[in-house]
């Protein structure tokens, strides 16, 4: 059982290698922070267009920290909708945070209740994408640290910004500052889509989603989204796309298999369990 | 009424990105729940991004004056065969401000 205290002291001092890895973490996000700019400037001018005092735009952002939850809330809030209704929106947007959680649990969850607190706050699709790399490499708090805690900053910076300028500049909004949450997340979507089944589960969530704001559906993004998330694995049941990519993948590392014995004798026995292992995979 | 937002949304945030960090939390989610999740980063994003994109004063626009679909367009060119999403944003967004 490791507690805290048994941690804490290794924690604790400021060491050069922990340094690194924070300024390491800080470096590899640093191309998400930059793009997250004209989004924190929107997430801030936004929450002014609607209403909101500077203080509580602020606080959107340091207390809830999800640009997409904000922005979809704050349009909630314009067009007068519920408490519940936004929250179970909240619920729907933030639920791929599970899954990342879920990938990370096996290097977060030994850590002490502080590094855990911390790292679960700062848990972002950026965060994820630099600090996720696979149970081959060490993990290091201080790298996600790094990562998380600069990433946090530089929203924070730029909803600051964006509550400045919200506050000084009439019609913010005919800038189309709302094409940066269109180019953040095709660059963020597109290369997600490997599968048909996700190529089925966009092009369907795009399509309700489309429909339901011309008739003016307030509860489109929920429609479109759970009928896309349903429609790809729909599909993906029906064409067997889990089995067949399985097969594909069994019969290349039979084929490598093959080849190794071929060109390597002394290593048959070894190649044989490889490629029985394969069959039973 | 606003405060009370930012604080249960950032209760339900914060819960589902600490939630499956607890070692003492015997929770597990199941394969089905697993697989179902895997498709609500792209649906969720794209049911967000969509209507921005395709409708412009509440009607839809697929003119060659929506400055929003040609940029989304060249922005989805980019993402695929770049896989950069620093650059995608960047020069997308650079070509949207110069046309809009």
Known sequence: MI?????????????????????????AIMPLTIAVVPWGILAGSFAIEVGLTPIESQAMSAII??????????GMVKAGIGLWSILITTLLITSRHLLYAMAMRSQISPLPLKWRLTLGFLLTDELFAIANQGKLHKFDPWYALGGGLSFYIGWNLATLLGIVAGNAIENLGELGLDFAIAATFIALVMPTVKKPSILVCVLVSLTLAVVCALFEIQAGLLIAAIAGMTAGVLYAKVTQEAERAQQSANQLANTQAQARAGTESQTDTMTETKSISGEKA | MIWLMIFSMAAVVFISRHLLL?????????????????????????????????????????SLDNSYLICAVVATILALATRNTLLTTVLSMGLFFVIH
């Open chain 1, 65 to 74: 920290f999800a640009g997409s939850a904000q922005l979809v809330a704050l």
């Open chain 2, 22 to 62: 607890e070692p003492k939390l015997p929770l597990r989610l199941s394969k089905g729940t697993q697989t179902f999740l895997s498709y609500s980063a792209p649906a969720v994003l794209t049911a967000i991004f969509a209507p921005i994109v395709f409708v412009q004063e509440g009607q839809l626009d697929l």
């Open chain 1, 3 to 27: 507690t805290d205290k048994q941690i804490e002291p290794d924690v604790y001092p400021a060491h050069p290698t922990k340094a690194k890895a924070f300024l390491k973490g800080t470096l």
